[in-house]
């Protein structure tokens, strides 16, 4: 396994006096000649002048964005992500996991990242004590660990989750009590020799609401379909999630 690249943050207000930024720049600066990425809000202020300093010297600069359109960040940030959180993005938890597996597997186990990390710096990785771990967990699944095999590293995940007490806007927005949005067409869909072909609504999630909506129905989304057979209805939770029932 190798290192994978250092990622360096950095904090500050939105808006700042002009030695403010020149620290700032050159903090940016530091990061990119030690090879680091540089990784903050994305705005203005602290965060552009740093920025413009890493971007400067060629380092690579990333920017965790409060909005939900890319185009709100500084033109020094070269990967813009956005959250649509507002300031809980500042609360957010990152957890790691490696998907690891013995050479020639063709299956891999997730281990958290956190458990491998160097005592004096969790951000590091001991990447002995990661394949250690892997081990222990293919003995307790699988009831044995191959010590002299090869340890491969297939994928790195990162989850970003942050504590909310309310539904989020954008559920909220989805959730519509009145289930008033027209539907987007109609489409033959086959429903088995039961019922044969039958010319079906297609609708957006929108379209859905709280009380039942009987099948039946196609919902489309930009990732997924789901399929509200004849018999079935669907309506949204709370939560936005759709929840189909028989009868």
């Not at 957890?95 to 597997?105: N, S, T, V």
């Not at 003995?139 to 044995?144: A, F, K, Q, S």
């Not at 009145?178 to 929108?206: K, N, Y």
Request: charged share 20%; with cysteine; proline share 6%.
């Amino acid at each position: 396994m190798t290192n994978p690249m250092t990622i360096i943050g950095v904090i500050g207000a939105g808006s700042c006096s002009d030695e403010q930024a020149a620290l700032a720049g050159k903090v940016g600066e530091l990061v990119a000649a030690r090879g680091a990425a540089l990784v903050c809000g994305g705005l203005g202020g602290v965060m552009q002048a740093a920025a413009r300093g890493a971007a400067a010297r060629g380092g690579l600069t990333i920017g965790i964005l409060p909005g939900s359109r890319r185009d709100e960040a500084n033109p020094d940030i070269a990967v813009p992500i956005v959250t649509d959180l507002g300031h809980a993005r500042n609360a957010l938890e990152i957890l790691r996991f490696a998907d690891l597996r013995y050479a020639g597997q063709a299956h891999e186990i997730t281990i958290p990242v956190a458990i491998a990390g160097v005592a004096d710096d969790p951000g590091e990785l001991d990447f002995v004590r990661l394949a250690e771990a892997f081990g222990n967990e293919h003995e307790r699944t699988y009831g044995h660990q191959a010590e002299r095999e090869e340890v491969e590293c297939v994928a790195l995940r990162v989850v970003a989750r942050v504590a909310s007490d309310g539904v989020p806007q954008a559920l909220k927005a989805a959730v519509n009590p009145g289930g008033s949005a027209q539907a987007l067409g109609r489409r033959l869909a086959w429903f088995g020799p039961r019922h044969d072909l039958i010319e079906t609504p297609v609708i957006g999630r929108m379209s859905l609401a709280a009380a039942p909506r009987p099948g039946p129905l196609i919902v489309e989304e930009y990732d997924s379909t789901c399929v509200v057979p004849p018999g079935w209805s669907a309506a949204l939770d709370l939560q936005g999630n759709i929840v189909l029932t028989a009868g």
